[in-house]
């Protein structure tokens, strides 16, 4: 499995932005788990949130009921949709797909909250 994220940028705090993840390769369609993870500068990295191939999700505390984590019908890329930004939600944000064959980390993509 190969993931390729897209959508971080600069956003002022209050401000919104959309992240996507989208996986291909062989074993695309018997991934299990999708989530974002974070780090920011000086910081462990954490979960932002997850997704399984249940609709079971997770949600880091420091996100909950602001960002909002969906996947498309073919569970094969996972959105990210961040509201009410805040300049401590600076970070660069890694997509990770897990399966049968392991985990997959995407690349990252920062995502930079101007106060």
């Known amino acids: 499995v190969q993931l390729q994220a897209s959508g971080g940028g600069l956003v002022e705090a209050g401000g919104s932005l959309t992240l996507s993840c989208a996986a291909s390769g062989r074993s695309m369609f018997v991934i299990d788990v999708m989530g974002w993870y974070r780090r920011a500068p000086g910081k462990e990295r954490e979960l932002v949130a997850s997704m399984s191939r249940g609709n079971g999700i997770n949600y880091g505390d420091s996100v909950k009921g602001r960002f909002t984590i969906s996947r498309d019908k073919d569970k094969t890329t996972v959105y990210l949709q961040m509201n009410s930004l805040k300049p401590e939600d600076t970070a660069t944000y890694y997509c990770?797909?897990?399966?049968?064959?392991?985990?997959?980390w995407g690349q990252g993509t920062l995502v930079t909250v101007s106060s």
């Open positions: 990770r797909a897990s399966g049968h064959w392991g985990g997959t």
